[in-house]
């Protein structure tokens, strides 16, 4: 029966993908997907990335319509930088609860208290707050763009744990939003020691999401984007991973010869996963939930995006 089962399963999947090649055709449409997401997805992809590379692929592209497997705030910024094109997500329900973390209303009281001070927000964040920013950044250029802006001090929002990593590698004075990746900050070091002592060989890899204790006992320490790149060219042949999960398909695609083990059962976005093969085929037949952001506010957003990409890129 579970044979049976897998075998219609392929089946359907072969059919979905004959499908969205099709609707990409027709619509003239690409894929992006983050490195979170389903294997399913990321199988389907145009482009897989971390959102930097995915900021700056919906930023160049000639296609009409853009279809952003990933998360809300991901789909908003791919609609910011191109406003011309008609931006879907598989599944609007596909949040970021560290974006929700940080309201304009807090911040503008935060900018108030320290009128000197910029304002660098990490691009998980919403469309609004965004427009209250002076500079976007990644977790791939987070210590570049901190240390790029001429000011003393720097209102850092919205994840305290990566806000601690780049306090590390600075001098600037940082002053810390309290919010976090729900996903990132449930490994504890003691999940780390455990895997350590079950794989004495392998290096730790870890994204700085994570807690500073987690941070301070990995080997390696980068975005998802680096992670991936530093376990392709390290002469190491295994690896404790502490980022999502979805990144284990890039990571085994590249490096099929060496050996990833998850540093928690817990590594899992349940915002990234909403989406599937299924969705996707069907928000482009359906051309909806399509991604909208006020013109106002994608015009105040745009250009701390645009920083981001003009400074990171320099």
Same mark, same amino acid.
């Given at each position: *029966? ?86 879907? =997500? /598989? ?23 320290? /009128? ?9 964040? !919403? ?17 570049? =763009? ?29 002053? =810390? ?17 455990? *895997? ?26 980068? !975005?998802?984007?680096? =992670? ?7 002469? !190491? ?18 490096? /099929? ?36 952001? /006020? ?12 920083? *981001? ?6």
């Amino acid at each position: *029966m579970e044979a049976l089962a897998l075998e219609h399963r392929a089946a359907q999947n072969r059919e979905l993908k004959e499908r969205l090649l099709q609707l990409k055709k027709e619509k003239n449409a690409i894929i992006l997907a983050h490195y979170y997401q389903r294997d399913e997805i990321q199988e389907v992809a145009d482009f897989r990335g971390d959102s930097f590379l995915l900021a700056q692929k919906a930023a160049q592209t000639d296609a009409d319509v853009i279809v952003f497997c990933g998360v809300h705030f991901m789909g908003e910024s791919a609609k910011i930088l191109a406003p011309d094109k008609t931006v879907l =997500i /598989p599944d609007e329900r596909a949040g970021c609860p560290m974006a929700d973390m940080v309201n304009v209303d807090g911040l503008r009281k935060l900018k108030a208290q320290h /009128p000197d001070a910029t304002v660098v927000t990490y691009i998980n964040s !919403s469309a609004d707050v965004k427009a209250e920013t002076d500079i976007v950044c990644t977790s791939s250029n987070a210590i570049k =763009i901190v240390n790029s802006v001429t000011t003393r001090k720097v209102i850092w929002v919205p994840d305290k744990n990566l806000g601690h990593y780049v306090s590390q590698h600075t001098d600037k004075e940082m002053i =810390i939003w309290e919010g976090y990746c729900n996903t990132h900050d449930m490994l504890t070091i003691k999940d780390i020691e455990e *895997m350590k002592a079950a794989h004495p060989n392998a290096e730790v890899v870890v994204h700085p999401e994570c807690r500073p204790e987690v941070v301070a006992a990995a080997d390696y320490v980068g !975005s998802t984007t680096a =992670i991936i790149k530093y376990c392709k060219e390290s002469p !190491s042949t295994e690896f404790i991973v502490g980022t999502e999960d979805g990144t284990g398909y890039q990571l085994r695609k590249d490096s /099929p010869h060496k050996t990833f083990h998850f540093a928690s059962k817990y590594l899992v976005c349940p915002n990234m996963k909403v989406n599937n093969l299924k969705k996707l085929v069907r928000c482009l037949e359906r051309m909806e939930p399509e991604i909208y952001v /006020p013109p106002a506010v994608a015009d105040k957003a745009r250009r701390s995006l645009e920083r *981001m990409l003009e400074v990171a890129t320099a």
